[in-house]
């Protein structure tokens, strides 16, 4: 006899069992667009998803990202399961296997990285709110439909339980495996209704013109073009068109090398450092008012996580940030997705408040912030940088001074200040936009020769920051200039997608014989 549950399914008025159809093809729909998108993305990759995992299993997960055969094996699986699940869910075929397999799926997902307070980056996404996510709530609806199977009512499973009727029509008994409600046997049989004729077939791939609909929007979403915009394209330069094209950049597997290291003290550093104003969203744009708001938008914290882990495994093992991202950083070691360092510039409204929130945070090291020194020497207040470095060292962290200004520098060496390291803007002013007037925020180093000259002197290690001058200048020229001319490790704000390039051209320039003068105190 029929299970009670299935039997009683039919029994459902046809209004419920048509709005379970809709919820199935929807769901179906959904599954099978997620395993396209990813198959027509290059190089994706569930490596990020796994490496961030910080629940149960978080071990095996990132175990998974770790191993490139497993980590390709999961992505295949992923793709593809997805893909047979949503076509079996849109086409009603097997679909109690398409919804059990679906909830498997989506509880993976959810153990991996559920939406619990402290593990979700601390802000709400779309379809993730505290304890409940898209992922619960499609996983109970494909519960429902597990239940409740919608493919005997409408779609191949129906097909199919009516052939094994009608082939066993004149036998005693029901196929063999085959529970059918002696309601629905009976009107696969009538004589009005005969099983699997033309009106019944069609009515059972109702689901098709749905099908048919999904590949024209994902035709039309990966680049089916039509005659006239074929054309329009060959009219206008490609550089000045306003057309999204795909963007591809490099990745580990285009790495040429781990950067190499230096030292400050026994702080052992990476020669090129993570600037941190990019993700903290301090962008001197100039005079584009939005960029500012675009970069905070860009780096939501999964991405600053995403970008310091890449970071990581090309070499970077330091940040440089303030103590308002050393939260950020903390979550990042709790929830142990990597162990990149931060040196904190100790900025603030008060600089040795600055000092023990960062020492509180576990900096790795402090320096005066730039623009800070620069005032306080302008004020004549060298002894607040002073102490600075005094409470610094009392921590047992190496102490640095900042400066945008070479007066900060001179000055600070004149008054006797001797920290572990210098923090000094160093790039050409060769760039377009470089007029040195006070009221621009767009060039950092106004005399670089003098600097170089300087700086030549000083025994301490020097981190030179500003080598792009925020971007108007090109790695390849910037990372030379300032290695050339002196400076002992480059601090660098960097998109995760510039990350692999920048390294590579780093790896580049320290091989080569780049005629330094100055030695290289690090």
Not at 46 to 62: C, D, N, P, T
Not at 114 to 130: A, H, K, R, S, W
Not at 324 to 332: D, F
Not at 482 to 488: I, K, L, M, T, W
């Amino acid at each position: 006899m029929m299970s009670q549950p299935v039997k009683n399914a039919y029994r459902l008025p046809v209004f419920w069992l048509v709005m379970l159809l809709i919820l199935r093809t929807a769901i179906g729909w959904h599954f099978l667009y997620e395993g396209i998108a990813k198959l027509f993305i290059p190089d994706w990759s569930s490596e990020g998803f796994l490496q961030v995992s910080k629940w149960l299993f978080a071990g095996v997960f990132k175990w998974m990202a770790s191993s490139p055969v497993i980590l390709y094996t999961v992505d295949v699986l992923n793709i593809w399961g997805l893909i047979m699940i949503g076509l079996g869910l849109m086409f009603g075929c097997c679909t109690r296997i398409a919804a059990v397999s679906g909830m498997v799926l989506l509880l993976l997902y959810y153990v991996a990285n559920p939406p619990f307070v402290g593990m979700d980056f601390g802000i709400i996404t779309e379809g993730n709110y505290l304890l409940v996510d898209k992922n619960m709530v499609e996983m109970f609806a494909l519960g429902v439909l597990g239940i409740v199977p919608t493919g005997k009512f409408l779609g191949i499973d129906r097909l199919i339980m009516a052939y094994k009727i009608r082939g066993h029509s004149g036998e005693k008994g029901e196929p063999e495996g085959e529970a059918v409600d002696d309601g629905i046997k009976s009107a696969l049989l009538s004589a009005d209704r005969p099983v699997l004729n033309r009106r019944e077939l069609l009515k059972n791939m109702a689901t098709v013109p749905v099908f048919g609909g999904f590949v024209i929007a994902v035709l039309h979403k990966y680049g089916w073009e039509s005659y006239e915009e074929k054309n329009l394209e060959r009219k206008f330069d490609a550089v000045t068109r306003a057309t999204i094209r795909t963007f591809n950049f490099s990745t580990l597997d285009d790495l040429q090398g781990q950067i190499p290291h230096g030292k400050i003290g026994n702080m052992d550093l990476s020669r090129v450092i993570l600037g941190g104003n990019l993700i903290g969203g301090w962008a001197h744009a100039r005079d584009l008012i939005y960029v500012s708001k675009l970069v905070k938008a860009y780096h939501h914290r999964d991405k600053i996580f995403e970008t310091l882990l890449l970071a990581e495994k090309c070499g970077i093992n330091t940040l440089l940030t303030n103590p308002v991202l050393s939260a950020v950083i903390n979550e990042y070691w709790r929830r142990d997705i990597g162990k990149i360092r931060f040196i904190s510039d100790c900025g603030g409204k008060n600089l040795q408040e600055g000092v023990r929130v960062s020492v509180d945070s576990g900096a790795a090291a402090c320096y005066t912030h730039g623009g800070i020194s620069d005032q306080l020497v302008k004020d004549g207040k060298l002894d607040e940088i002073g102490k600075a470095l005094d409470l610094i060292r009392q921590n047992g962290l190496p102490a640095g001074i900042g400066g945008h200004n070479l007066d900060t520098v001179k000055t600070c060496v004149e008054y006797g200040l001797k920290p572990d390291f210098w923090m000094k803007t160093l790039h050409n002013i060769n760039y377009w936009s470089a007029q040195p007037h006070e009221e621009n925020d767009n060039i950092w180093c106004t005399n670089p020769v003098e600097t170089i000259a300087f700086m030549k002197n000083l025994e301490q290690p020097w981190i030179a920051f500003k080598t792009l001058a925020a971007g108007a200048i090109l790695p390849r020229e910037g990372f030379h200039f300032a290695f050339r001319n002196g400076a002992d490790f480059i601090c660098v704000g960097m998109y995760d997608f510039q990350i692999v390039d920048d390294i590579n051209i780093a790896l580049g320039i320290l091989k080569q014989d780049i005629h330094r003068e100055r030695s290289w105190y690090a």
